[in-house]
């Protein structure tokens, strides 16, 4: 059973068209939950750590929030640079020494 | 910014021999570890490493993996003998409070 389930796969958006990714989670005792962008060839860049439902962050454009089974990655007026593969990763409360991935949303911003 | 640093970027090997793949984890970071993402599939777990011992490891790291901590600065996966289902690019993370991790640009293997 997959711990971490991303949706959508793909998202092609119009620059300036605001949208939001989906992370839904299913480990027992969530410790953290984490939003990563990795580009083409490239490491996974961390974004956010978020840790209780109701917690939000933000980073630019980006706003990250939590509630008890998902997460959501709102993209307000993204530009071409935004596009990336968006990763949320989670880790349980009683296994610290590793990361559940999801396998990601592709989001392409056209100009 | 500190930055985990991974060499070589890309390795070719013929199946059947041993590769190392190297990692300079961030200065004071205490946590390390090496996760795999096969072509269009997800980032997966391989192995965690604290204390100069494995703290986890997947199923997936089995007795052909092996990791090492060889000085105060480096961070090693060996394979011992590749397969072709070895290729994948090879993440290694460090941590300084096993939480957040931060992440090299990888080191992407090709057996053939």
């Known amino acids: 059973e997959d711990q971490v389930t991303q949706s959508p796969e793909a998202l092609r958006l119009q620059e300036g068209e605001s949208s939001s990714l989906n992370c839904s989670y299913t480990?027992?005792?969530?410790?953290?939950l984490f939003w990563y962008r990795q580009d083409p060839g490239k490491g996974p860049e961390f974004l956010f750590t978020?840790?209780?439902a109701g917690e939000e962050k933000e980073k630019e454009r980006l706003k990250a929030t939590l509630t008890k089974k998902e997460s959501f990655l709102h993209i307000t007026a993204p530009k071409p640079e935004d596009s990336a593969t968006y990763l949320c990763?989670?880790?349980?409360?009683?296994?610290?020494?590793?990361?559940?991935f999801g396998s990601g949303t592709k989001l392409n911003v056209k100009p | 910014e500190p930055e985990v640093t991974q060499t070589p970027s890309h390795q070719v090997t013929q199946m059947g021999q041993e590769v190392i793949l190297r990692c300079v984890p961030i200065?004071?970071?205490?946590?390390f570890y090496w996760y795999r993402q096969i072509l269009g599939q997800k980032v997966e777990f391989l192995v965690s490493?604290?204390?100069?011992?494995?703290?986890?490891k997947s199923e997936i790291f089995d007795d052909q993996f092996s990791v090492e901590r060889p000085d105060g600065s480096n961070f090693t996966l060996k394979i011992r003998s590749t397969k072709l289902e070895d290729s994948a690019m090879y993440f290694c993370?460090?941590?300084?409070?096993?939480?957040?991790?931060?992440f090299g640009s990888g080191t992407r293997l090709t057996v053939v």
């Open positions: 480990v027992s005792g969530l410790r953290g």
């Open positions: 990763a989670v880790q349980e409360g009683n296994n610290f020494n590793k990361f559940y």
């Open positions: 200065s004071n970071h205490l946590y």
């Open positions: 978020l840790y209780s």
């Open positions: 993370a460090s941590s300084v409070d096993s939480s957040g991790y931060t």
């Open positions: 490493f604290y204390n100069n011992e494995i703290s986890e």
